[in-house]
């Protein structure tokens, strides 16, 4: 079916051949007075196209457009002005017109922008490009974003100028809470005052996406190192008002990062401990063989005993390197102190006993049980490693004839305190500062630097905090504190626990 084509104030002959049109036998010429309203009786077919025709030097025909546009704004509507006037076509569009065309024009020119206002018609029709669908869009399109927006597996928010969150994603109000209206320095940062380096602040100070490395510090207490990337947001004016913070969680690459570069420092360093190790170990075996051939017992019961020793501290360094190497869940269990430490003393009696070490013990209890919640694998060689430092101490400080080492434990209602003190050869204070130093080891080629490293990890992981004391050739006193209780960052660890 052919499109009904109203043509109003015709002028005359301004288009030539209008006759040859293909849409003429559709076509109704109406002339209009400019103090009349453009009416459609219902018994008429209502038309898919005007054109109006706007004569020279005629301003109040240019008005009456307006008044036709603002009723009828789902028709399509043309404008014809003088090829002299192209500016009273811009004035159309202004007012409302779909389009315009100049004149004189021909037949063929015509057609086109029938065809072409037809083709918008069919557009406005079956694309749907009314109101309601608009907001119907509209709706889907904001429920998309904010699908995307909360799936994102990122820490994203939107923070205006004065530094206050406008909006955040799933993830951020899953670890850091809902705190719209608050400052993002307090949430992110725990600080009370705006960042001194803040890559956010310079993208509204330049405009520009800017991308950092940095800290935060989550609702539970964990901090993540994330990459920080931000984006300047702008208004229809193009004024930028906020600023969006996009933020990735990094944390276990660089726990990897840092894990692979400790391994080659340890394959260095374990390599030249091994080495020394089994050339003691091959001394030993060399004076029991001279024992054997001579059949001096002595000779070959202190090759035995070097044997011995140097076989006992490369399975202590094997063992070690496998607790780092290796990643392990932590069972949690809740035992008591008392027994805790009776079966770790016993570990180490031995050894203590066969040096003349005196290994004495006490616990101090201000609660009704002396319960607390721990891996005790983990923490038992924890404090192992603290007590055979010590043994090993009170052996090379020959100042005293007889040594102790003091085990003793303070139980309130939240926490568990340690002190572990001996009297043996103690620590300068450049070695202190160095002391939780992975491959750093106060005995020289002795020890391989794991052990009190793989201690304050433990400690770490149990939320606890370890603390050292020492005097040289007058001992050295390690103080933990683990919590009764296992925090929930310990139990469901996702980043690393702040220090305090």
């Known amino acids: 079916m052919k499109p009904t084509i109203l043509l109003i104030n015709y002028i005359e002959n301004s288009i030539l051949d209008l006759e040859k049109s293909k849409f003429y036998d559709r076509m109704e010429f109406k002339t209009i007075a400019l103090d009349k309203d453009l009416y459609f009786p219902a018994s008429k077919p209502f038309p898919d196209i005007l054109v109006i025709f706007i004569p020279e030097g005629n301003p109040g025909c240019l008005e009456k457009v307006a008044t036709i546009t603002k009723p009828f704004i789902h028709m399509e509507i043309l404008a014809a002005v003088h090829k002299n ?70 820490f994203i928010y939107v923070r205006d100028r004065d530094y206050q969150i406008t909006d955040s994603n799933r993830k951020f109000k899953e670890y850091f809470g809902h705190h719209t209206g608050e400052y993002c320095f307090g949430i992110c940062k725990n600080r009370d005052e705006p960042c001194t380096k803040c890559p956010v602040e310079q993208t509204f100070k330049d405009g520009n996406n800017h991308a950092s490395e940095m800290e935060i510090i989550s609702s539970d207490g964990v901090k993540h190192i994330v990459l920080s990337w931000t984006a300047p947001i702008k208004d229809n004016n193009g004024e930028m008002t906020h600023a969006l913070v996009l933020l990735t969680d990094i944390t276990e690459a660089r726990r990897l990062e840092d894990h692979l570069t400790s391994l080659g420092f340890m394959i260095g360093s374990i390599s030249h401990g091994i080495k020394g190790l089994l050339t003691s170990l091959d001394g030993g075996i060399y004076m029991m063989d001279t024992g054997f051939k001579t059949n001096d017992r002595g000779k070959t019961k202190q090759g035995l005993e070097l044997s011995r020793q140097m076989t006992s ?130 005995k020289g080629n002795k020890g391989t630097g794991l052990g009190l490293f793989i201690t304050n990890k433990v400690i770490q992981q149990h939320r606890g905090d370890i603390k050292v004391k020492s005097t040289p050739t007058k001992g050295t006193c390690f103080i933990i504190k683990i919590p009764r209780t296992v925090p929930q960052t310990a139990r469901n660890p996702r980043g690393v626990a702040q220090s305090d």
């Open 313 to 442: 501290r490369i399975k202590k360094l094997v063992l070690d390197i496998l607790y780092y190497t290796k990643t392990r869940q932590m069972e949690w269990n809740k035992l008591s102190v008392k027994q805790f430490m009776e079966d770790t003393i016993s570990i180490v009696t031995t050894n203590a006993r066969k040096n003349n070490i005196t290994i004495d013990h006490s616990l101090d209890i201000l609660t009704d049980d002396d319960l607390f919640e721990i891996d005790e694998k983990s923490l038992q060689a924890a404090m192992i490693n603290i007590l055979e430092n010590g043994i090993e101490a009170c052996i090379d400080n020959p100042s005293k004839k007889t040594h102790t080492i003091s085990f003793r434990a303070r139980i309130d209602r939240e926490k568990v305190l340690f002190r572990i003190q001996d009297t043996g050869l103690g620590m300068e204070p450049s070695a202190l500062k160095k002391v939780f130093t992975i491959f750093f080891s106060s």
């Open 85 to 154: 006037h192209p500016e009273t076509g811009v004035r159309a569009l202004q007012r409302g017109v779909s389009d315009f065309f100049t004149l004189p024009t021909t037949q063929q020119i015509f057609d086109f922008y029938i065809n072409r206002s037809l083709e918008h018609r069919y557009l406005h029709k079956h694309l749907c490009f009314n109101e309601s669908c608009y907001k119907s869009r509209f709706a889907r399109s904001e429920k998309n974003y904010k699908q995307l927006f909360n799936e994102v597996p990122c």
